[in-house]
C-alpha cells in the first residue's frame, strides 16, 4: 500500500509539522490533485480541513499542477521545479504531475479550517516551546562578530600592552 510523508503548515502561526500516514490512512489521499480539499478525519486530525498545495515524488521531483501524467521533463521558466536565472532563461526539468498516486512520497498541505485542539496538542508540543534546528544550534556556539573597527581597536590595545612590557 501507500505511505506518505505529510508536511503541514499552519499559516496563522507560520509553523509546520510533520505526520507520516500509512496504509488505510493514506487512501483519502490517492486521486487528489493540487489545490484539492481534504477532511482530516481520515488520518486522526479530527476538525481540521486542509488544502493540497504540492508534494514531491520518491526521486524528489516536484509536483506542478496543470501537468497531466506521472513524470514529464518540460522546458519552463522559473516557478515550480526551477528557481530561475537571468531574465529569460529557460531550462528543461523533470517535474511530476498534479494528481497524487502511490509513488508520490511527500504532500505539501495547508490548514484551512482549523478543529477543537490546537496543532501543537496534537503533535505533543507545548504552546511556548521553540523548535530548535541545528543552524539554531550552531549560532548559540559561535561567539558574536565583532565590527571590524572594534576588532582594531582591541588589536591595538594588545599591541600596547606589549610594548609597555
Same mark, same amino acid.
Given at each position: 500500500?501507500?505511505?506518505?510523508?505529510?508536511?503541514?503548515?499552519?499559516?496563522?502561526?507560520?509553523?509546520? %509539522?510533520?505526520?507520516?500516514?500509512?496504509?488505510? !490512512?493514506?487512501?483519502?489521499? &490517492?486521486?487528489?490533485?493540487?489545490?484539492?480539499?481534504?477532511?482530516?478525519?481520515?488520518?486522526? !486530525?479530527?476538525? %481540521?480541513?486542509?488544502?493540497?498545495?504540492?508534494?514531491?515524488?520518491?526521486?524528489?521531483?516536484?509536483?506542478?499542477?496543470?501537468?497531466? *501524467?506521472?513524470?514529464?521533463?518540460?522546458?519552463? %521558466?522559473?516557478?515550480?521545479?526551477?528557481?530561475?536565472?537571468?531574465?529569460?532563461?529557460?531550462?528543461?526539468?523533470? &517535474?511530476?504531475?498534479?494528481?497524487?498516486?502511490?509513488?508520490?512520497?511527500?504532500?505539501?498541505?495547508?490548514?484551512?479550517?482549523?478543529?477543537?485542539?490546537?496543532?501543537?496538542?496534537?503533535? *505533543? !508540543?507545548?504552546?511556548?516551546?521553540?523548535?530548535?534546528?541545528?543552524?539554531?544550534?550552531?549560532?548559540?556556539?559561535?561567539?558574536?562578530?565583532?565590527?571590524?573597527?572594534?576588532?582594531?581597536?582591541?588589536?591595538?590595545?594588545?599591541?600596547?600592552?606589549?610594548?609597555?612590557?
Amino acid at each position: 500500500m501507500a505511505s506518505f510523508k505529510l508536511c503541514i503548515s499552519d499559516p496563522s502561526t507560520g509553523r509546520s %509539522y510533520q505526520k507520516e500516514v500509512k496504509d488505510n !490512512m493514506a487512501t483519502p489521499f &490517492i486521486g487528489l490533485n493540487i489545490g484539492e480539499s481534504v477532511k482530516g478525519d481520515g488520518f486522526e !486530525m479530527n476538525g %481540521y480541513e486542509f488544502q493540497v498545495t504540492g508534494g514531491s515524488d520518491y526521486c524528489g521531483f516536484p509536483m506542478r499542477r496543470g501537468i497531466l *501524467g506521472q513524470r514529464k521533463k518540460i522546458t519552463i %521558466y522559473a516557478g515550480i521545479g526551477f528557481r530561475g536565472g537571468l531574465k529569460g532563461i529557460k531550462r528543461r526539468k523533470t &517535474i511530476c504531475g498534479h494528481k497524487i498516486h502511490e509513488r508520490i512520497s511527500q504532500i505539501n498541505l495547508k490548514v484551512v479550517k482549523e478543529g477543537p485542539k490546537k496543532l501543537n496538542e496534537l503533535f *505533543g !508540543m507545548p504552546e511556548g516551546e521553540k523548535n530548535i534546528t541545528a543552524a539554531d544550534e550552531k549560532q548559540e556556539d559561535k561567539p558574536e562578530k565583532k565590527a571590524a573597527g572594534q576588532k582594531q581597536a582591541d588589536d591595538q590595545k594588545a599591541g600596547d600592552k606589549k610594548d609597555n612590557l
